[in-house]
């Protein structure tokens, strides 16, 4: 089955140091992968995509996040937090022959002074 | 205009009402998603329109109904509903289905609360 795992509930870091967000996929065929994040009560917002190409994908607000075909894994990274990056974290993927979009289980991020 | 904007943003309603959730989007996007989402948790997938025609149906209860008037369009009608129906409904579009490399654009929500 294809799936998208998020295997962190939460992920504490403080102000000014590097964070990473983990995700894991299991999907047919080229993977298209995708970050969104989501602040309370608002909608999700994307932050960045890999296609194809370089393994390192720049995003929106700093964030950036790196491919790695062998261990199946997109991980978001930031290399200095700040205390508004707090916020809930999705990885995502299409499945179903493109037509959903599957949803990791979230990652609540949460930056401390 | 890269917006999609969805009203209203919060809704209390009772279990007999009748409401309509509305979602618009001038991207000249062709394909809108609407998908239910409870506190903490990833957002299910409820329906897909392609070119205004339903392609998809999780197997929603028909006290939710959708219906795309035209391409900018997307609503959702809501009856009976049931108090787990509680929770944040969003709407979502991007150019076309099947393409898997096409990131989708999400409104802010509608925040639903059935008393």
């Known amino acids: 089955a294809q799936s998208v795992a998020q295997p962190e509930d939460q992920v504490n870091v403080a102000e000014g140091n590097p964070l990473t967000v983990k995700c894991t996929y299991s999907?047919?065929?080229?993977?298209?992968l995708f970050w969104y994040v989501q602040y309370p009560n608002r909608g999700l917002q994307f932050l960045l995509k890999?296609?194809?190409?370089?393994?390192l994908v720049k995003g929106s607000y700093g964030f950036e996040a790196e491919f790695n075909k062998s261990q199946t894994s997109f991980h978001l990274k930031k290399p200095s937090a700040l205390v508004s990056d707090s916020a809930l974290y999705f990885c995502?993927?299409?499945?179903?022959?493109?037509?959903?979009?599957?949803f990791g289980t979230g990652t609540q991020l949460k930056v401390e002074l | 205009d890269t917006e999609v904007t969805q009203t209203p943003k919060h809704l209390v309603m009772g279990m007999t009402n009748k409401k309509s959730l509305k979602c618009e989007q001038h991207?000249?996007?062709?394909?809108m998603y609407w998908y239910k989402q409870k506190a903490k948790k990833p957002p299910e997938l409820m329906f897909v329109?392609?070119?205004?025609?339903?392609?998809i149906n999780e197997s929603v209860p028909s006290r939710f109904s959708p219906e795309c008037p035209n391409s900018s369009l997307l609503n959702l009608h809501l009856h009976a509903l049931q108090p787990e129906d509680s929770a944040l409904y969003l709407c979502?579009?991007?150019?076309?289905?099947?393409?898997?490399?096409?990131?989708?654009?999400f409104g802010q929500g509608t925040r639903l609360t059935v008393v």
């Open positions: 979502a579009s991007r150019p076309t289905t099947g393409a898997r490399n096409t990131e989708a654009f």
């Open positions: 999907v047919s065929g080229n993977p298209y």
């Open positions: 890999y296609i194809t190409g370089d393994n």
């Open positions: 995502a993927a299409y499945t179903g022959g493109g037509n959903k979009l599957t």
């Open positions: 991207m000249g996007h062709r394909a």
């Open positions: 329109y392609s070119y205004e025609k339903l392609s």
